[in-house]
């Protein structure tokens, strides 16, 4: 189709400095848990992105010394000339696509513990090691100090143009470097010309800026991310305040401008808490207070937004950095006027998770995203089918549908049968609690698509019996039938049933879900630690009702540390009047009272309730997988090659996991049976160590 000339303005080039790039398109700074440790991977992932349409594809932070060693958690790394290599592989990545490649450079200060390196963190003044409960402290820098900090930038924007980059980064964002922190006036205590007023407490900035340019702005842009508000009021930098002053102080120093609020959970707030282009309010401002591009972010998926930004004078360059996850061609679709192929991203932030645990990065609605060198998976494309195989696929929840949609795109003759009126599983029930509505587009992108293949045939208000799989003649069988709630109590605190968690008066999230009413005082028992019990209990106190969350954890929701949102929900549900009860497991339930239990003491206590819900764990529903497994040899006469469980009917996971189950099978069933690992890895590249170093002691 041909693109909306709406949306022409997205792709005019924009100059930045001695650089062009070719759209509005920017990809910003994300990590991605692949980084320094597997270049490989990390290097196909930004040239995907390239491909996809991206005029600037930007690495995550970039450790640029050992003493802002970030370890255990995995960025980028350009400490010495041996880590150029590394990067050349991004930057050749995003060349071979006409991108530019950016890098943004980066000292953490006391953010960095430095567990590898084992130096001593650096800070304005001594302080804490934060982000952690590291028993170390920073020191407060001298003199020399800043001129060795200043030395180490100049030489990593050096070696940075040596690797091939366009746009260097100063880095002043997040609560997570040194230039912001000399900035902020609680973590920068100083007497001399780096402290007390902001002029001197920006100077350190300024410098960084001034050497980068000095060093490589002949051929490189110069930008600096800027948190331009920390929303933490007069204790932090503020848009109308300091947050603007900078900017106004430093503003034509630099080639552009990429402006956020800090800190990471503010600005990467999930669907649940914020609405596309929730930033606006804090940096609209920047554009009339410097005549360079700026850039902004703020989840942006929607074209109409995007223009919006640009034509009201808030950005000149569009930021993503999830939308650029969920669909790395967005900028394509756009271009080429497929709009409605454009996978949205949900807001859930699963893509955090990768860099929280040290493993490659994932997402929800793109299930390529960290496998495009390992597996050779691809957003856009998929390998055509190997042979004449027919599948009858039997759910429509995130597995399913997403099995159906690549086996179809692969040409495949496809039945997707679904008991439901109403496509989408699990993914349609949650959608419908407050605050998921976006998660809705898991089902609604991939509907979407299924609706162009005419090779896939959608069966609804289909619940489907193991006689009717016999007959029905597709030659390979899906089952993607999802999993329930349980109702005894058994998850990680109780691996027996709770007593009395039997009566009717306990119900599951599934009962909420299809319409069950509790009644006050009702208790939420958290034993998942994912989000469900949290919006549960937000939603049932939006009823007006009487609830307290009692959680077995030290917090609610614990699992949602690594989607950042852990502080937010914790917050939201005691500012609704959530009574919250952490550390405590129930040991019965008389109908009356629940029975608790100190999780470290064992002290028991009483809580009154009329009514529990129990979101504990879920049981995969194998009714199908049951019936067919006496029956194989019926299933070989009926000319069935394979009956496969996939998703939460296999094993109870996130959604991302039952999209990417849904993904892989659909890749990967016409693999032979093998041992073998099913991906390429990187592993410790020995050659490259030279001789004498690898003797060892
Ligand atoms: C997985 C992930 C990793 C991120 N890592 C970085 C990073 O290394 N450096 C940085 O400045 N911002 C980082 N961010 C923040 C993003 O650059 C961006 O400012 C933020 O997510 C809001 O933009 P979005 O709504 O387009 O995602 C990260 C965001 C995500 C989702
Ligand atoms: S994981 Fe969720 S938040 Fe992250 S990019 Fe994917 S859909 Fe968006």
Same mark, same amino acid.
């Given at each position: ?542 009823? %007006? ?5 009692? @959680?077995? &954890?030290?917090? /609610?929701? +614990?699992?949602?540390? $690594?989607?950042? *949102? ?80 996939? %998703? ?5 996971? @996130?959604? &991302?996991?039952? /999209?990417? +189950?849904?993904?892989? $099978?659909?890749? *990967? ?29």
């Amino acid at each position: 189709m041909a693109r909306d000339p709406r949306y022409d303005i997205l792709f005019e080039p924009i100059r930045l400095g001695p650089v062009t790039a070719k759209n509005r398109f920017f990809q910003v700074p994300h990590c991605n848990g692949m980084g320094h440790v597997k270049p490989l991977g990390h290097a196909a992932m930004r040239g995907v992105k390239a491909e996809g349409g991206w005029a600037v594809v930007s690495t995550e932070e970039v450790e640029i010394h050992p003493s802002s060693d970030v370890s255990p958690y995995i960025e980028g790394r350009l400490w010495d000339d041996r880590d150029i290599p590394a990067l050349r592989l991004m930057t050749d990545a995003v060349h071979a696509h006409g991108a530019l490649a950016a890098i943004e450079l980066v000292h953490a200060g006391t953010h960095a513990a430095n567990l590898y390196s084992r130096d001593v963190a650096l800070a304005p003044s001594p302080i804490c090691v934060v982000g952690s409960y590291t028993p170390a402290q920073a020191r407060g820098m001298n003199k020399n100090d800043i001129r060795a900090y200043r030395r180490w930038h100049r030489n990593a924007a050096l070696r940075a143009r040596r690797a091939g980059f366009d746009i260097i980064y100063v880095y002043a964002g997040h609560d997570l470097s040194l230039a912001m922190h000399f900035l902020q006036k609680r973590h920068n205590q100083r007497s001399d010309e780096y402290g007390g007023s902001l002029v001197n407490r920006a100077r350190l900035m300024r410098e960084l800026i001034e050497d980068t340019k000095d060093a490589v702005g002949a051929d490189c842009a110069v930008a600096v991310r800027f948190a331009v508000d920390e929303l933490r009021g007069e204790d932090g930098i503020q848009c109308h305040e300091e947050g603007r002053e900078v900017i106004a102080m430093l503003g034509e120093l630099p080639d552009l401008w990429d402006v956020n609020v800090s800190d990471w959970s503010n600005d990467s707030q999930p669907s649940r808490f914020a609405a596309e282009g929730y930033q606006e309010q804090f940096i609209s401002f920047v554009k009339s207070v410097t005549s360079k591009p700026v850039i902004g972010v703020g989840r942006f998926t929607s074209p109409d937004t995007m223009v919006s930004q640009i034509r009201r004078g808030v950005l000149d360059m569009i930021g993503a950095a999830r939308p650029s996850i969920a669909d790395p061609f967005l900028p394509n679709k756009i271009a080429n006027g497929d709009i409605d192929d454009i996978r949205e991203c949900i807001g859930c932030n699963i893509c955090i998770t990768g860099d929280m645990t040290c493993t490659p990065i994932r997402c929800t609605q793109n299930p390529t995203m960290g496998e495009e060198w390992r597996k050779g998976w691809h957003p856009e494309r998929v390998p055509p089918r190997s042979g004449n195989d027919s599948f009858l696929v039997i759910g429509a929840g995130p597995a399913g549908l997403e099995c159906a949609r690549i086996l179809g795109q692969r040409g495949y003759a496809v039945s997707l049968a679904e008991a439901e009126s109403v496509l989408g599983g699990r993914v349609t029930r949650e959608s419908r609690l407050p605050g998921l509505s976006a998660w809705a587009r898991v089902r609604d992108y991939r509907q979407q698509q299924l609706n162009k293949l005419s090779n896939v045939e959608i069966f609804r208000t289909s619940r489907v019996t193991a006689d009717e799989i016999l007959e029905f003649g597709a030659t390979r069988v899906v089952l993607a039938t999802g999993a329930h709630w349980r109702r005894d109590g058994i998850a990680r605190a109780n691996l027996r049933p709770i007593p009395g968690f039997d009566r009717p008066t306990v119900l599951t999230p599934d009962d909420l879900m299809n319409g069950a009413l509790a009644v006050s005082p009702v208790v939420v028992f958290d034993d998942d630690h994912f989000y469900l019990g949290a919006v549960l209990a937000a939603q049932l106190r939006g009823q %007006g009702l009487d609830v307290t969350l009692v @959680t077995p &954890a030290d917090r /609610v929701s +614990a699992w949602t540390v $690594h989607t950042i *949102e852990q502080y937010r929900v914790q917050k939201e549900l005691l500012s609704q009047g959530v009574a919250v009860i952490t550390s405590r497991n129930i040991r019965g339930f008389d109908g009356q009272h629940l029975q608790l239990a100190c999780t470290y003491t064992g002290r028991e206590s009483s809580l009154t309730a009329a009514c529990v819900v129990s979101v504990t764990s879920r049981l995969p529903d194998t009714a199908l997988s049951d019936a067919l497994e006496p029956r194989a040899a019926e299933l070989a006469a009926a000319g069935i090659v394979s009956v496969t469980s996939i %998703g939460d009917c296999l094993a109870p996971s @996130t959604i &991302a996991a039952a /999209v990417y +189950a849904g993904h892989r $099978h659909a890749r *990967e069933f016409d693999w032979p049976e093998s041992d073998a690992v099913g991906f390429r890895r990187e592993l410790p590249h020995l050659a490259d160590v030279p001789l004498e170093e690898r003797i060892p002691l």
